[in-house]
């Protein structure tokens, strides 16, 4: 079954701090990953993609995030958070054997500290 | 504004009433998809339409639920006889069907429906 694993439900940092958000996706042959951005009161906004290359991608904001098949896992990182990254985090994925949707994890909640 | 707009965002209503829900979407995207969010979850995948054409409906969506897209610009979501387990927030999304677009979607704010 598609499925996305976000293990962290909540994780604070400090400003200025570094951060990684783990994700885990359940095997595919050829999946698409995306990391969103959910800020209170806002629609979810797209952070970074992968579909094919190099498998570390850059994204808005500052943030990036590694492929890793041998892991299936899609890890986002930005190396110095922002009070204004205080928001929930969806790793996502779409198969493209399995139709045009995206299967969202739970997520992350992300509180920084100042 | 040109986003993904949704009306309304707050419905309050009681069990065993019908809701409607209103998605206009960027006005050059074909593709439409509807979603649901319960605290603490991800968005889950309920329906996608290609203009008009309703393309896919997930096992979530049960014969309470319907979408439409009759012109293939703005869409609806109807849930008859609501339960309280319908309360969620309701997500539309839209994205355009250029190359390289798969999973690109543009999401409104939501519509939260609450029944009591």
């Known amino acids: 079954a598609q499925s996305v694993t976000q293990p962290d439900i909540h994780i604070t940092v400090s400003e200025g701090a570094s951060l990684e958000l783990r994700c885990n996706y359940s095997?595919?042959?050829?999946?698409?990953l995306f990391w969103y951005v959910q800020s209170p009161g806002q629609g979810l906004q797209l952070l970074l993609k992968?579909?094919?290359?190099?498998?570390l991608v850059q994204g808005i904001k500052g943030f990036e995030a590694e492929f890793k098949r041998s892991q299936s896992s899609f890890n986002l990182r930005k190396p110095s958070v922002h009070w204004s990254d205080a928001a929930e985090y969806f790793c996502?994925?779409?198969?493209?054997?399995?139709?045009?949707?995206?299967?969202f994890g739970a997520g992350t909640i992300l509180r920084v500290k100042s | 504004d040109t986003g993904v707009s949704q009306d309304p965002r707050h419905k309050i209503t009681k069990r065993g009433q019908n809701v409607t829900f209103r998605c206009d979407p960027i006005?050059?995207?074909?593709?439409l998809y509807w979603y649901r969010q319960t605290l603490g979850q991800g968005p889950e995948f309920l329906t996608y339409?290609?203009?008009?054409?309703?393309?896919?409906k997930s096992r979530l969506l049960s014969d309470r639920f319907s979408a439409e897209r009759p012109k293939g610009s703005f869409s609806t979501l109807e849930i008859q006889r609501t339960e309280q387990g319908d309360s969620a927030m309701y997500l539309c999304?839209?994205?355009?069907?250029?190359?390289?677009?798969?999973?690109?979607?543009?999401f409104g704010e939501g519509s939260r429906l609450t029944v009591l």
């Open positions: 095997y595919g042959a050829t999946p698409y």
């Open positions: 992968y579909f094919s290359g190099d498998t």
């Open positions: 996502a994925v779409v198969y493209m054997e399995y139709g045009n949707k995206l299967v």
């Open positions: 339409f290609q203009n008009e054409a309703q393309l896919e």
């Open positions: 999304a839209s994205s355009p069907r250029a190359s390289g677009s798969t999973g690109e979607l543009f």
């Open positions: 006005s050059e995207h074909n593709r």
